[in-house]
């Protein structure tokens, strides 16, 4: 267990409806990150929180998505219209502040893993 | 960005060494190697991490020669638990200070009885 909480962990839905991932990370860690896994591929980047701020979006957050982080605590990740290809694992990843340091110890949540019907 | 290439699979047979190679040709000065690991369904793991020649901790040693366009990741007498997907990276910064990760592919383990 990393200390980070995905909620719900599966989520069935039809083509059409929206979905809304719910991410609790390390109370301490003021950065937060979305990823989105397929299978067999590793986690794609997908936005960037540093507390409150979207600092960063990945070209391949679609306008269909859109992630909060409202008072720099827990993260929301919603998807509008699902289609079929948004079928993955939908991970969130925490990091702390270090200062003056080039590298990057990122703690992964469980995932929720989205099935589009 | 600096690529990473390592085997897609790799098996073992529980309680022998297990040596992962990385090629990373175009690493940058201030990139550090990080390897991570993931089981399924669940997210991935940070392992270890280094910059040149070798770092051990609790769990694997990574060997990173001097040229460090490459790097090995070793687990020791590995046991059925050690089956998974580990990654290879090498150190991101995008020009917001985000440190996004970039993962390949990955090798997958499996360790056999």
């Known amino acids: 267990d990393t200390g980070v909480s995905q909620d719900p962990r599966h989520k069935i839905t039809k083509r059409g409806q929206n979905v809304t991932f719910r991410c609790d990370p390390i109370s301490e860690h003021n950065r937060l990150y979305w990823y989105r896994q397929t299978l067999g591929q590793g986690p794609e980047f997908l936005t960037y929180?540093?507390?409150?701020?979207?600092?960063?979006k990945s070209r391949l957050l679609s306008d269909r998505f859109s992630a909060e982080r409202p008072k720099g605590s827990f993260s929301t990740l919603e998807i509008q219209r699902t289609e079929q290809g948004d079928s993955a694992m939908y991970l969130c990843?925490?990091?702390?502040?270090?200062?003056?340091?080039?590298?990057?110890?990122?703690?992964f949540g469980p995932g929720t893993r989205l099935t589009v019907l | 960005l600096a690529k990473t290439t390592q085997p897609i699979s790799m098996d073992s047979y529980e309680g022998q060494e297990v040596n992962i190679t990385c090629s990373h040709n175009n690493i940058a000065t201030n990139d550090y190697i990080t390897w991570y690991q993931q089981f399924p369904s669940q997210g991935p793991r940070f392992i270890i991490q280094g910059y040149k020649t070798k770092v051990t901790n609790e769990v694997a040693s990574l060997f990173i020669p001097a040229d460090r366009k490459s790097s090995t990741l070793s687990l020791p007498r590995v046991s059925l638990s050690d089956t998974a997907v580990y990654y290879c990276l090498v150190g991101t910064r995008s020009g917001a200070g985000s440190y996004q990760l970039t993962f390949g592919k990955g090798t997958k383990l499996s360790v056999i009885p």
């Open positions: 990843a925490c990091r702390g502040t270090e200062e003056g340091t080039v590298t990057d110890t990122q703690y």
């Open positions: 929180f540093q507390n409150e701020a979207q600092l960063e």
